[in-house]
């Protein structure tokens, strides 16, 4: 792996969202040396309220979503292992590096080729997403706020949090109790949601107590038809309950007259309940900021 395969590792994740939606914006945060986030607020997209889901619309099997939720992981912290893999056209780059999450606090991807030396580091925050390429000495940082796409859509921490840790979620809320699972269209084992030009839908595996695939569908007049498709397996015992360690994440956008799919893979393994590890990351004022043009130009040239 070279380092410019590297480097389009550790930037891709966020910015393709933002190419997807053909945002223009600046994006960088150039404060230097300080927290990626502030304070967490609960968002733990478990059931907080009254876990009677009889009001859910359309339902033919209510215990279905019930079991879902009983069975997502009530663990606060996972640390672990991942062989991370990217797909783009012609390429395909695996990488060691390490998942580490606090609930409501941080999300955050680390690679470290064969084991030796962080080379990126990508971390999911409250209020912040922050991406760090450790061979150019450079990041790129940004609120949740700044992305229109994002904002309009719900697409924020609590989203996010939720599809790492294999739970259903409603876009721009922090929990997930009886009004959240009231806005949900229930079917057999599929559950949707229809929230402004996104379409969200969750399916459930044959045995109904635990998610299979959640897709996140954005339509737009002028840039066309965006995707992201998560998919889950390999499930095994951690803590109470089962955790998938394989997830996929899917990303195509046709904005931009671009047909452009991504693969991101991640097998995790070793995985504990680790919560001895600072929660968030501050950036050397050796590191420059760079701008989001420069990250898309980045995706757009892999090949």
Not at 14 to 31: E, P, Q, R, W
Not at 39 to 49: F, I, R, S, W
Not at 153 to 181: M, R, T, Y
Not at 270 to 288: L, Q
């Amino acid at each position: 792996m070279n380092s410019g395969d590297i480097l389009k590792i550790a930037l891709v994740a966020m910015a393709f969202v933002v190419a997807s939606c053909g945002s223009k914006k600046n994006l960088v945060d150039t404060n230097k040396g300080v927290d990626a986030t502030t304070a967490a607020t609960n968002t733990t997209g478990k059931p907080t309220e009254n876990n009677n889901i009889s009001g859910a619309k359309n339902v033919t099997n209510a215990e279905m979503l019930a079991k879902v939720m009983a069975n997502a992981s009530s663990s606060n912290c996972l640390v672990a292992s991942i062989d991370f893999n990217l797909k783009s056209g012609s390429k395909d780059i695996s990488v060691d590096g390490k998942l580490s999450m606090k609930r409501d606090e941080v999300i955050r991807i680390q690679l470290v080729p064969m084991g030796l030396m962080e080379v990126g580091r990508m971390e999911f925050t409250q209020d912040s997403v922050l991406i760090i390429d450790r061979i150019h000495k450079q990041f790129l940082k940004s609120s949740y706020s700044q992305v229109s796409f994002l904002r309009n859509n719900g697409i924020d921490f609590n989203a996010l949090q939720a599809l790492f840790w294999n739970q259903l979620f409603v876009p721009g809320e922090k929990s997930f109790g009886q009004s959240q699972l009231e806005q949900l269209e229930v079917k057999g084992n599929q559950a949707s949601l229809q929230k402004g030009k996104m379409n969200y839908l969750w399916v459930m595996n044959e045995g109904m107590d635990h998610i299979d695939s959640a897709t996140a569908t954005y339509k737009s007049n002028d840039n066309g038809t965006s995707k992201m498709a998560w998919e889950y397996a390999d499930f095994k015992k951690f803590g109470e309950q089962l955790f998938p360690t394989k997830q996929n994440i899917a990303l195509s956008t046709k904005a931009k007259g671009t047909n452009k799919v991504i693969n991101f893979g991640m097998y995790l393994k070793n995985m504990k309940a680790d919560s001895k590890w600072d929660s968030f990351t501050k950036v050397s004022s050796k590191y420059k900021p760079v701008d989001i043009d420069h990250v898309i130009n980045q995706i757009l040239n892999i090949k």
